[in-house]
């Protein structure tokens, strides 16, 4: 079993940048292959980024790709989310998860394990 915390979250202006994290209990994290995926108002969750348990492969929605980076230190137990030029339209609640199986996954029903989230938002 793994729970998960999310904490960074804010509000900046757009061009800014963020970082996420997010802090996992457990000695399961490191088996558990992790993503983030965001919820704006009125839309469905959908995909931002997901990584190997060894870090060693990484995936991005194409809608973030080159601003945004995943990363995860299995000795503290941590996943972040470093989130640069910022722009409006990724506003949204941004969640951890994780799941058990070695693959990565876009789908968010793939995941067993969900953050509470945290709230982002970009000012124009």
């Known amino acids: 079993q793994v729970q998960l915390v999310e904490s960074g979250g804010g509000l900046v202006t757009a061009g800014g940048s963020l970082r996420l994290s997010c802090a996992a209990s457990?000695?399961?994290?490191?088996?558990?292959?992790m993503g983030w995926f965001r919820q704006a108002p009125g839309k469905q969750r959908e995909f931002v980024a997901a990584?190997?348990?060894?870090?060693?492969?990484?995936d991005y929605a194409d809608s973030v790709k080159g601003r945004f980076t995943i990363s995860r230190d299995n000795t503290k137990n941590t996943l972040y989310l470093q989130m640069n030029g910022l722009q409006p339209e990724d506003t949204g609640v941004y969640y951890c998860?994780?799941?058990?199986?070695?693959?990565?996954?876009?789908?968010?029903?793939?995941?067993?394990?969900w953050g509470q989230g945290t709230q982002v938002t970009i000012s124009s």
């Open positions: 998860a994780g799941r058990r199986t070695t693959f990565l996954s876009r789908n968010f029903g793939g995941y067993d394990y």
């Open positions: 457990g000695r399961a994290f490191s088996f558990t292959t």
């Open positions: 990584i190997s348990r060894s870090a060693e492969v990484t």
